[in-house]
């Protein structure tokens, strides 16, 4: 009995009040399953890339494209109309179809050619920085990354200190300078029987833009004439550029547009890394190759018309991701577009600053573009590549 009264008295003490009182207890929720965790980072993807990019959908981004186009042709009417000298707008009109007389001439000869030679500089290197960026899957990449515009400096230093060579000549061989440089450096990320990852490219990249920006300083340190040429083109402008140079390159920037519009899928591809690229049947290595040598043609091209123009292939993608997203299908015409937007407006502005005297868009787009690109990382984390 004592037995018996010591158990009513633990369960007395120990049991809930619901059960003290015999009133019925509320039933206790029953936790959910949890989610596995490959289906809760597929889920979180989705939403990130439903809320990435201001324009969404098809319809949307053709839209913006359009619009970024409508820009570049109020922008490139500005790089007619405007400059150290005041024309006409009947002028620049008649200049524009052939008809240019007196002052008008000024347009057909020099804006003319520099307006056209900067969308086709623009376009390349934003198409490359966009290409770049996701053969590398690195957001801070650009050119310099693999030391393509390195590899193009030392080309022409070479050929201005042994032949001197100059106008068309040093187009063709800065071009050549790309094209050995990023052989080189696939060579060189992709030997001792390892793979051309991304990060042993841009090692191999990095290592040698360093060699060749050492070679080249030691050349023109030691030959006046060269410092003096040199100093010139590398100062990055489209001013004084003949119509002729652009023609030179034309076959390879159109050539290189053509392999930048095909990858956009392949490098969606990538950017969800080779191992899943391989599962999905996609040729890792050939891509890699393909996409490198669309970024040669595209800034070798650019950079033998204009010499080395900075910023432009870094930031103009970040402006494009901003507008539709992470789809390299929409990013890389629209790199092209905003690319050759933002030059023509950056070489504008070196106009117009203290007319007549001209400062050359490579200093224009050094002085801009760096906050500008600083302002991009502080307003939205950078998507990642």
């Known amino acids: 009995m004592a037995e018996s009264r010591q158990r009513s008295a633990t369960i007395e003490r120990v049991a809930p009040a619901g059960v003290r009182s015999g009133r019925p207890l ?11 965790a490959a289906e809760a980072a597929r889920r979180r993807r989705s939403r990130e890339s439903t809320a990435a990019g201001l324009l969404r959908g098809a319809t949307g981004r053709s839209a913006g494209l359009v619009a970024a186009l409508v820009l570049l042709g109020l922008a490139g009417a500005l790089s007619l109309a405007l400059g150290a000298a005041s024309i006409p707008i009947g002028d620049t009109i008649d200049a524009i179809f052939g008809r240019g007389v007196g002052d008008g001439l000024i347009v057909e000869t020099e804006r003319v050619p520099r307006t056209l030679i900067g969308i086709a500089v623009g376009a390349g290197l934003g198409a490359a920085g966009a290409l770049i960026q996701g053969l590398t ?7 310099w990354i693999l030391g393509i515009e390195a590899g193009a400096a030392l080309a022409v230093v070479v050929g201005i200190f042994l032949v001197s060579a100059d106008g068309g000549a040093l187009a ?5 300078g790309a094209g050995i440089t990023w052989a080189f450096v696939y060579a060189i990320g992709s030997s001792g029987g390892g793979k051309a990852t991304p990060l042993n490219l841009t090692l191999a990249g990095a290592a040698t833009a ?66 899943v690229a391989r599962a999905l049947g996609q040729r890792v290595a050939l891509t890699q190759v393909a996409v490198a040598v669309g ?29 539709i997203g992470p789809d390299y299908r929409w990013i890389i ?3 092209a577009v905003l690319g050759a937007t933002l030059l023509l407006v950056a070489d504008l502005v070196g106009r117009l600053i203290d007319p007549p005297q001209e400062i050359q868009v490579g200093i224009v787009m050094a002085v801009v573009g760096a906050p500008v690109f600083i302002a991009l990382v502080r307003r939205r984390r950078l998507a990642a590549i």
């Open 137 to 143: 899957r690195n957001p801070l990449a650009d050119p």
């Open 26 to 36: 509320p039933p206790r929720p029953v936790a959910a399953p949890e989610e596995p």
């Open 210 to 275: 360093a060699l060749l920006a050492a070679l080249t300083s030691a050349i023109v340190v030691f030959d006046a004439e060269t410092l003096d040429e040199y100093r010139f083109w590398i100062a990055g402008s489209i001013a004084g550029r003949e119509l002729s140079v652009l023609v030179d390159m034309l076959p390879f920037l159109a050539a290189g547009a053509v392999v930048a519009l095909v990858s956009g899928r392949a490098l969606n591809g990538l950017s969800l890394g080779h191992d």
């Open 295 to 323: 970024v040669v043609l595209l800034s070798g091209a650019a950079v033998a018309m204009a010499g080395p123009i900075g910023f432009v292939g870094l930031t103009v993608p970040h402006l494009a991701r901003m507008l």
């Open 333 to 335: 015409p629209y790199s």
């Open 172 to 176: 063709w061989y800065a071009l050549a």
